[in-house]
């Protein structure tokens, strides 16, 4: 009788018993994130040589970028993983794949692992070259941290950074201390996502050619200048000037139009300020114009009072920015008109002037045509005149070109001499940016044009220059 019923029990009792074995072993996939869900299933599903792999969002950065710069074809994973167990199973699902990987992208944040786990995985892959970025938060989540949390955090990178490995197929690049970076609200989409133009320029960095890249030589200065950085922002931020109510027209050679976004001058200028900004540059350009069809800067803004831009190239920059203010200008904002123009007219070696003071195929002359033509338009608009930079070629600008004579300092000095004449405001960025031979690397990225901390720098000094005027 007891035989029969322990029977029963144990029958009615075997589908709950079955049932719960069958819950504990779906329990995993049914509590994990969908995210990553899909990302298993793109793992075993798709063809690919290289991951991106992080523990902040990605989702900005563009795969084809990866093919394009690095010839890879990228799989990039979408959760932002919590932790180093979940990161080994992601590399556990990549090894079973059957994809042979060359490079694992990895974004990590000091609060998540340590370096002693990360070589750890990279000593089980030895084959794999791991790029690793340590994340870089913006200004806005350093400065919303209580002290208590800022100190820990703080302390988390330049703990992290002191015990980066020395691995053969490993490096690590750190971004967080870069003022152009972190300081510009126009680069993120939120304190932890970069934009599109931001993460883009943030991945061609992820090279060991690059300064970014984390070495035994630069550690101690990388934790510093967070420190500095992050601790002014917190206790004595920089307050830009509110330039919402002006429209600025950006009119220039490369140093403008060969850069967009916010990393550009004009975008830094409107990230900083909220001013409304149109790229007019034209790369390659110059101010003179040596033959009256030709097209240089009286020629580019006659376009742009006669609304007919026919004459420029569409694959311009100065195309795109005037078409775009052409099509939709905006309403009750104060016009201002800055000029960037000078190194192509030195390289060219045109006349810096002549006994005519409206030669526009003489670098003044263009330019005092250019604001007499602004002034007819629009009387009242403010007008920046920016001094060529520094260069280290041709001798640092000092090697004459055509039959000018003159060198880099002439157009500089020239221009200089032309705003007080002509009664415009002046952005010295020849004498007042701190470049000279010796330093021009923290300067320029190819000898001539700012590098992005430099254009943070001039978009800073062109902030001010606005906000005092007002």
Not at 182 to 199: D, R
Not at 237 to 259: A, Q, R, T, Y
């Amino acid at each position: 009788m007891k035989n029969k019923k322990t029977q029963k029990i144990i029958l009615s009792v075997l589908p709950v018993l079955l049932l719960a074995g069958a819950l504990l072993f779906l329990l995993p996939s049914l509590l994990m994130p969908q995210a990553r869900k899909e990302d298993y299933k793109q793992i075993s599903s798709m063809n690919y040589d290289a991951v991106f792999l992080s523990m902040f969002p990605i989702d900005n950065y563009r795969e084809g970028d990866f093919s394009f710069f690095y010839g890879l074809t990228l799989l990039k994973t979408s959760y932002c993983i919590p932790d180093m167990p979940v990161m080994e199973q992601y590399m556990k699902k990549i090894a079973k794949s059957g994809n042979v990987i060359q490079t694992v992208y990895m974004g990590i944040r000091p609060d998540r692992t340590d370096p002693e786990e990360l070589q750890a995985l990279f000593e089980r892959y030895p084959s794999v070259s791991f790029e690793v970025l340590i994340s870089t938060p913006s200004a806005s989540h350093w400065t919303g941290l209580s002290q208590e949390e800022y100190r820990k955090e703080l302390a988390g990178y330049c703990d992290f950074l002191a015990a980066i490995p020395d691995n053969a197929n490993s490096h690590f690049y750190f971004m967080a201390d870069q003022e152009w970076l972190i300081n510009n609200p126009a680069n993120y989409e939120n304190p932890w996502l970069t934009t599109e133009y931001t993460s883009n320029v943030i991945m061609t960095h992820l090279n060991p050619g690059y300064s970014y890249l984390v070495t035994g030589e630069n550690i101690s200065s990388m934790s510093r200048t967070l420190t500095e950085l992050t601790g002014q922002l917190r206790e004595e931020p920089e307050v830009f000037p509110d330039l919402s109510d002006l429209c600025i027209l950006f009119f220039g050679d490369s140093v403008i139009g060969n850069f967009d976004g916010s990393l550009s001058i004009p975008g830094v200028v409107a990230g900083l300020s909220g001013a409304t900004v149109y790229n007019c540059g034209y790369g390659g350009n110059s101010a003179a114009m040596p033959e009256p069809d030709s097209i240089g800067l009286p020629s580019i803004l006659d376009a742009f009072f006669r609304r007919d831009i026919s004459a420029l190239p569409e694959d311009a920059q100065v195309y795109k920015g005037i078409s775009s203010y052409l099509a939709d200008p905006p309403v009750d904002k104060e016009l201002c008109f800055l000029i960037n123009y000078g190194l192509n007219d030195y390289f060219t070696g045109y006349e810096v002037s002549s006994g005519d003071p409206y030669d526009v195929s003489t670098y003044c002359g263009a330019v005092r045509t250019a604001v007499r033509t602004i002034r007819a338009n629009v009387p009242d608009a403010r007008i920046i005149l920016c001094t060529p930079n520094f260069v280290n070629i041709f001798d640092a600008g000092t090697e004459p070109h055509g039959t000018s004579g003159s060198v880099l300092t002439d157009y500089a000095d020239a221009l200089t001499e032309l705003s007080r004449e002509l009664h415009t405001e002046l952005l010295d960025n020849y004498r007042e940016l701190g470049i000279t031979g010796e330093n021009h690397g923290d300067y320029l990225q190819d000898m001539v044009h700012p590098g992005i901390a430099c254009r943070y720098l001039i978009g800073k000094r062109i902030c001010y220059l606005l906000g005092g005027l007002r």
